[in-house]
């Protein structure tokens, strides 16, 4: 029997790998140069541009699918944003992929859905948009879901080591294993991914955004404490993290919450979780709970995650619950 879902994974990881070749191209020349989103977010023309190629991918291919990405053209629009749109515009173009301005508004504008349909994909186009501005780690996410299940995940760390260079893409299918590529050598062997066997909590090694705003370090530095575990965090931008425990490079990820209310975004998540749980991984919230991405756009009934190599979840789980939050 053909195994499932091949012509979609084939699609995501072109689209993934398209995208992080305009990012890295953008991120070699910025400086720190991005707009401010109504939240205050930063985001830059690698995002945008990065969003409208992987929608035009899917849309060839798959012309009925929605997409529920993190941006939208509205700031483009804007006629201050002129200079802005026309940078993002070239960057396309110059990647090789031929667009005017009002089809790459379309393509942006077509990540717009909200997340109820049976069949859609979500988009990161970057996330760790900071930390693709400090040139350091960032990612390209990509999933597709399926009656709320995530079934294909595409997510290229275009800064991550690998081999004797950088630059990632993992992949997964639901049921079939997950697997990392070269980005620069798509035709490469895969690699099977697998979280590490350490067992013993105080072996273990965390992870942890860089910015304190998103997860709580005081929080996280209790955690390190009580689990007997030495040293600091590893402290890394974007879904390169679910990525880092998928292929043992760390054993947990903490994202505990820094405040009331925030709901936790489905493309901050969707990727990296099918990895992460292919390559043998767990991931609950912060109460014990599977992350419920069939609530829409945004993790509304979970709080905070939590990420582990399965072996140490209890472990974690033990310590996490004694922790306070908001
Ligand atoms: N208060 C908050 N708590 C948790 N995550 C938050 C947050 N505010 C923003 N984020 C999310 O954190 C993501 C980056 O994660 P990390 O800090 O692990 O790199 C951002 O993705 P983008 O960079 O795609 O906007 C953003 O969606
Ligand atoms: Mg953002
Ligand atoms: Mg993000
Ligand atoms: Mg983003």
């Known amino acids: ?41 930063p985001v830059t023309i690698a995002d945008y541009a990065s969003q409208a190629v992987i929608c035009k991918i899917i849309l060839d291919a798959f012309r009925n699918d929605p997409i529920v990405g993190e ?12 200079l802005f749109r026309d940078r993002t515009l070239h960057e396309i173009t110059s990647s090789g992929t031929p667009a005017t301005t009002d089809e790459m508004l379309a393509w942006i504008d077509s990540g717009n859905h909200d997340g109820t349909a049976n069949r859609y994909w979500t988009l990161d186009p970057i996330d760790g948009t900071k930390g693709f501005l400090r040139k350091e780690q960032f990612a390209v996410s990509l ?23 950088s630059g990632a893409v993992f992949y997964a299918v639901r049921g079939q294993g997950a697997f990392v590529i070269p980005l620069d050598q798509p035709d490469a062997k895969p690699v099977a991914v697998k979280v590490s066997k350490i067992s013993d909590p105080a072996q273990a090694r965390m992870c942890e955004s860089v910015e304190s705003g998103h997860s709580a370090h005081d929080q996280s530095a209790i955690a390190l404490e009580k689990l007997g575990i030495a040293g600091e965090p590893v402290r890394m931008d974007s879904q390169a993290k679910y990525g880092a425990v998928a292929r043992g ?27 992460l749980e292919e390559a043998g991984g767990k991931v609950t919230d912060i109460d014990g709970h599977p992350l419920d ?6 993790l509304k009934n979970n709080r905070g995650v939590v990420v582990t190599n399965g072996l140490l979840h209890d472990a974690v789980m033990a310590v996490v619950k004694t922790l306070k939050f908001e």
């Not at 990881?13 to 977010?41: G, N, Y």
């Not at 999933?143 to 081999?163: S, T």
């Open 293 to 298: 991405f069939a609530a829409g756009s945004t």
């Open 249 to 275: 490079d760390a054993e947990i990820y903490l994202r505990l919450p820094t405040r009331k209310g925030y709901e936790e975004k489905i493309w901050d998540h969707a990727g990296g979780v099918l990895v």
């Open 1 to 41: 029997m053909p195994q499932a879902y091949q012509s979609e994974l084939a699609t995501a990881i072109a689209a993934v790998i398209a995208a992080s070749k305009i990012c890295r191209a953008v991120q070699a020349t910025i400086t720190a140069d991005s707009l401010e989103k109504k939240d205050k977010s």
């Open 143 to 165: 999933a597709l879901l399926i009656n709320k299940r995530i079934e294909v995940a595409a997510l290229a760390c275009p800064n991550l080591p690998m081999g004797s260079g």
């Open 71 to 82: 941006e939208d053209a509205g700031d483009l629009r804007e006629p201050a944003n002129q």
